[in-house]
């Protein structure tokens, strides 16, 4: 599918109030999205589990105008975040109203109330931009909808996911489950830079329910917000050996999500979130963005991985905090290492149980 398939037909239906509520929720990528060429595009391919407990619920009221909104004028919506009126998050969203006009041109024929609300304490250092963008893009879907209401549930969700993607690229990942994959890759045919798709092939027992604990090792602003994140790796001087990896390791991944090969799978996730990171050490300029507390995790869970030879393994988002990954027939040993042993590190013992997801959800 190209662009085109995802503008507007001509509205069949005159739609003048309503309301709808979506949750999504966020994900956690294990082959990483760093870097990013315009339009959203992602300089390489990426592949994520979907969470379960991180969400956000956002409600659309929309309201039919006398007459759209001109096209110098602003988009006409107000935005409530937690129950209050945020005048601080319109930019981010006008942004995104403004690259996805062409293709949802009835923004500017309505009034619109936007009302959101995250699971997970909004200062956790946890991005909601995947689970923001993604359950707004829902909302104006279903909304969609109700002008078109042929459209099937596999354009609704693709068009979801491209639409999200121009809102924040990882959001894209964040409208299905459990598995997603986003961005071309020679192995996969239906893959697409433009939205995301549910990774096609077999995927072993134990990677269902795999459990995701966060560990909030620091709940502070971010130190360097993901567009800037992304702009780094232009003129990286290890960019396109990087991009190359991640092919590599989408590649690799085919055999090791087939089989359950546990210690593969651990091995690649690891080096891909140490990448990452070494990624923002080697650009300029360049950021640590790990605590010495992150560095402690890390090492904790190699020294129980050494002892104990359970199957548990770490990833890291742009921040500090841990996602601490394992199967959940491990869980009970594995949560009585991370309360005993990992929690201390966390900032006020704060961490979130989640485990993998399937997807949003109407209300
Ligand atoms: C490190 O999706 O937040 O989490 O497209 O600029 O909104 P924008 O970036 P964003 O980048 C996420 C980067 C990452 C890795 C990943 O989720 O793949």
């Not at 393994?313 to 996602?323: P, S, W």
Request: hydrophobic share 35%.
């Amino acid at each position: 599918m190209t662009e085109n398939d995802f503008l507007s037909r001509t509205n069949s239906k005159t739609v003048e109030n309503g309301s709808v509520t979506w949750q999504s929720p966020s994900n956690i990528a294990l082959v990483k999205y760093w870097g990013k060429k315009e339009n959203q595009v992602p300089a390489n391919p990426s592949v994520s589990f979907t969470l379960d407990h991180c969400k956000t619920t956002t409600t659309l009221k929309f309201h039919k105008r006398e007459s759209p909104a001109a096209k110098d004028e602003e988009f006409d919506f107000e935005f409530y975040f937690e129950g209050k009126k945020k005048e601080d998050f319109k930019p981010k969203i006008s942004t995104f109203f403004k690259r996805i006009e062409n293709y949802c041109p009835y923004l500017r024929e309505y009034h619109l109330e936007i009302s959101s609300e995250n699971s997970f304490p909004h200062s956790s250092g946890i991005a909601s931009s995947a689970s923001g963008m993604s359950a707004l893009a829902l909302c104006l879907m279903s909304l969609e909808k109700e002008f078109d209401p042929e459209i099937t549930n596999e354009y609704f969700n693709k068009k979801a996911s491209f639409l999200a993607r121009l809102g924040s690229g990882s959001a894209c990942r964040s409208i299905e489950g459990s598995l997603i994959e986003w961005g071309e890759h020679a192995d996969l045919s239906d893959s697409s830079d433009l939205y995301a798709i549910k990774y096609p092939y077999k995927v072993d027992a134990v990677f269902q329910k795999f459990q995701d604990t966060i560990l909030l090792v620091d709940k502070g602003q971010k130190q360097v917000s993901s567009t800037v994140g992304h702009n780094l790796m232009h003129g990286h001087p290890f960019a396109e050996a990087r991009f190359q990896q991640a092919h590599d390791n989408l590649h690799n991944l085919k055999p090791i999500f087939a089989t359950g090969d546990l210690n593969a799978f651990m091995n690649l996730v690891e080096s891909e979130a140490l990448t990452l990171h070494a990624m923002m050490m080697s650009s300029n300029p360049y950021f640590i963005l790990m605590k010495p507390n992150t560095m402690e995790i890390i090492n904790k869970i190699w020294e129980f991985r050494e002892a104990t030879a359970l199957p548990v393994c770490f990833t890291l988002d742009a921040g500090a905090n841990v996602h601490v990954l394992y199967p959940e027939k491990n869980k009970v040993e594995i949560l009585e290492f991370i309360k005993n042993e990992l929690v201390a590190y966390c900032e006020n013992g704060q961490y979130i149980c989640d485990q993998i997801g399937n997807g949003a959800k109407k209300l």
